[in-house]
């Protein structure tokens, strides 16, 4: 298994020289306490949990993979115990409120803690990260009292959390939900029903589950608008915090899994179990979409996380295999053979991981600062300001799912191409990475799930195109700012003329769509996967920039690692973003070929 490191250099760049997390976190009301000496003991705390207790249990615990007995749930050997440092650590509680027993910090330090852990074992991080989510939806819409319950095991990671949405019957169609939630004279429901594919919906690492449950009253209407929200813990929670009964939530079994197999993936069986409503009843789905929204950043990461480790592995792997003479002649004379480094189609593959990974690292941490805003305006009670950066956030929000964790599984694919036919064996670990990473594009949301929401809801729906002019607007504004220097000319030129055609995409696709709405399905992917291409120009172009003036000026890190990062935007702009133009082609071309041919002549057998 390729042995991680995480990538503070490449982290501290970007939060202190290119998007100034010092000064960010001085605007915020928690951020105080997120001192640049406090922020560095953080991320090495978290680098040193990563490398020493997570890193080393990720290929063991997919060799082993979870157990399940008689409605029991065990983890593989080695998780219990990195659970319980974690726990012990503090870490659940990082971005917490203090009135939780949380530390209170900015949520953006636990997404730099979330992304190590992330990288160093996915299959761990999902237990307290689902945790994260179901905190976030109890803090903003449960009762005061059902805060007071709840947060304070959960933010000190006693307990977990679990989201349940999917049935056997609907996955994204969550209007199909039928699980029924009946009242109870003392204010509580009756939870009867089956919820699929529940991420760490059963395990041994925490004394109890809070699932956070779909389910519909007798009442309710039919669809998506009559769906309420519901707190249903594994054991009944006291009013002191203990655990108290069994509340007949069951695990009917545990997926057989591709990837990520020492997470547990529960079929979890609801037998009138006591749950208790949060949010207004039939406004569930709502609700939900504050889980959701966390998940699909969180998932999102995951797209950065095995682009990082795949090329962290691939990279050793091709400083040291050495395979035939460079084309140009040899650059290892004393050797064998020259390393596979020195090989083009090599140096392809690692600078593909190597844009996607920094590239990608670049587009959360920007939209990490959009999330500092918005879950500070939670904190504040400000709804005016949490809807503003909501609304910013939501645009970025299915761009980021979509578009980084398909060239996360991209670049964990280059991954085991460049270990070759080692890279197929389980031995060196490459083929896990590929098997944990093609989840990230199908679950919170599979990536034409979220091309949808980017172009139906974000962009014609919502907002008119009004989102895609606010983002480009920043584009403009840094072209605008840099047009003068010579060096960043061949950027700007690109972002300039990048700008104007998502724009104009944009426009058409609002305009066909009046005569034609099958285009907008037809078009989502491609216009999605523009979007991504063209997000991630700009945040290269932006590093670039950044690079040059230290270059120049100087700057914390060393002449080398500027110049890589120039040269890492170069061959971004050079070899990566021109798919984007085929991305075009397919946002403007016709829907008829697409769906003109009868369903039964798809298959002529």
Request: glycine fraction near 10%; aromatic fraction near 10%; include cysteine.
């Amino acid at each position: 298994m390729p042995t991680y490191k995480a990538p503070l250099r490449d982290m501290r760049f970007l939060m202190n020289e290119v998007f100034d997390y010092p000064k960010h976190y001085s605007t915020l009301s928690n951020g105080a306490d997120a001192t640049p000496d406090m922020v560095e003991a953080i991320l090495g705390e978290a680098a040193k949990l990563c490398e020493e207790v997570l890193a080393p249990l990720n290929q063991s615990g997919d060799l082993e993979g979870c157990h399940f007995d008689n409605g029991k749930v065990t983890t593989p050997k080695g998780f219990k115990d990195a659970y319980d440092q974690y726990v012990a650590g503090g870490w659940q509680g990082l971005s917490h409120p203090v009135e939780y027993g949380g530390q209170g910090l900015p949520m953006t330090l636990g997404l730099f803690k979330s992304e190590m852990m992330g990288t160093a074992n996915w299959s761990f991080t999902m237990y307290p990260g689902l945790s994260l989510g179901a905190m976030n939806t109890i803090m903003q819409h449960a009762t005061p009292e059902q805060n007071a319950i709840y947060m304070p095991p959960l933010t000190e990671g006693r307990w977990t959390g679990t989201m349940c949405l999917t049935e056997p019957q609907c996955g994204t169609d969550l209007g199909q939900v039928k699980t029924k939630a009946e009242p109870n004279a003392d204010g509580s429901y009756r939870i009867t029903g089956t919820k699929i594919f529940i991420s760490a919906g059963d395990h041994d690492l925490a004394e109890n589950i809070i699932h956070i449950v779909l389910a519909r009253l007798p009442d309710a209407p039919a669809g998506t608008r009559g769906i309420s929200l519901f707190i249903v813990p594994k054991f009944k929670a006291q009013a002191d915090g203990s655990i108290g009964a069994f509340n007949n939530v069951n695990c009917g079994s545990i997926e057989h899994k591709m990837g990520i197999r020492a997470s547990a993936t529960c079929v979890i069986n609801f037998d009138e179990a006591e749950g208790y409503l949060i949010a207004e009843p039939n406004k569930g789905l709502e609700a939900m979409f504050t889980f959701m929204n966390t998940a699909r950043i969180g998932t999102a990461i995951q797209g950065v996380c095995h682009a990082e480790l795949a090329y962290q592995g691939a990279l050793a792997y091709a400083k040291e295999r050495r395979s035939m003479r460079s084309v140009s002649g040899k650059k290892e004379p004393e050797k064998v053979a020259d390393a596979l480094i020195y090989h083009g189609d090599v140096r392809r593959m690692l600078l593909t991981q190597k844009a996607i990974a920094e590239g990608g690292r670049a587009m959360v941490y920007f939209a990490g600062q959009y999330a500092d805003h918005m879950t500070n305006a939670v904190t504040e009670g400000d709804q005016k300001k949490y809807q503003h950066w909501d609304d910013k956030l939501g645009f970025l929000t299915p761009i980021l799912k979509g578009f980084l964790t398909e060239l996360g599984l991209e670049a964990a694919n280059h991954g085991m191409q460049v270990f070759g036919g080692h890279g197929y064996i389980k031995e060196h670990g490459m083929e896990q990475i590929v098997r944990d990473a093609r989840i990230s594009t199908l679950y919170e949301g599979t990536t034409g799930i979220q091309a949808l929401d980017l172009l139906g809801r974000k962009t014609l729906i919502m907002t008119r195109g009004k989102a895609v002019r606010d983002f480009t607007g920043i584009m403009l504004n840094f072209c605008k700012d840099h047009a003068l220097n010579s060096k960043m000319r061949p950027f700007v030129w690109q972002l300039s003329k990048l700008a104007a055609q998502w724009n104009m995409l944009t426009v058409r696709t609002m305009l066909t769509a009046r005569k034609d709405r099958e285009i907008v399905a037809a078009a989502a992917y491609d216009f999605m996967m523009y979007s991504g291409y063209a997000t991630m120009a700009y945040f290269w172009a932006v590093q670039a920039a950044v690079a040059f003036e230290k270059l120049e000026k100087g700057g914390a890190e060393t002449p080398e690692f500027y110049t890589a990062k120039i040269q890492t935007a170069e061959f971004y702009f050079d070899r990566l973003l021109p798919r984007a133009k085929g991305h075009v082609a397919g946002v403007v071309a016709s829907p008829k070929s697409l769906m003109q041919m009868s369903n039964d002549d798809f298959a002529m057998m």
